[in-house]
């Protein structure tokens, strides 16, 4: 009995579990994306797509569907971690300028 050939559907399979968490416009906020779900376990991948709505070339990262609510959660979490530390250095910046640039009064 010969040896037949074998069907890889492994890779298409995976491809198409594979479901979009996160879209950046640049590489390298991509890879931040990528890297910080890999850090937590979650397999992941960077693509380079076409907008749908504008023509225009946007990056995606894909993880697999049946982990795509705790993908959500661990990015929309470090979003806010983020967003909180800018805010805080933008307040800071300001009050640095407002004190080096004020004209001492005699």
Request: glycine share 8%; aromatic share 4%; hydrophobic share 30%.
């Given at each position: 009995m010969g040896k037949r050939a074998r069907k890889s559907h492994k890779t298409q399979t995976k491809l198409q579990e594979l479901v979009v968490v996160?879209?950046?416009d640049t590489a390298e906020e991509?890879?931040?994306f990528e890297k910080?779900?890999?850090?937590n376990n979650i397999p992941a991948m960077?693509?380079?797509q076409?907008?749908?709505?504008?023509e225009s070339k946007r990056f995606v990262v894909m993880a697999p569907e049946e982990m795509a609510d705790e993908a959500h959660v661990i990015i929309e979490?470090?979003?806010a971690y983020d967003d909180f530390y800018d805010s805080?250095?933008?307040?800071e910046e300001d009050d640095?300028?407002?004190d080096i640039f004020e004209e001492d009064e005699f």
């Open positions: 996160a879209t950046a991509a890879k931040d910080l779900l890999k850090n960077v693509k380079r076409q907008d749908e709505f504008t979490s470090q979003d805080g250095l933008d307040d640095l300028e407002g």
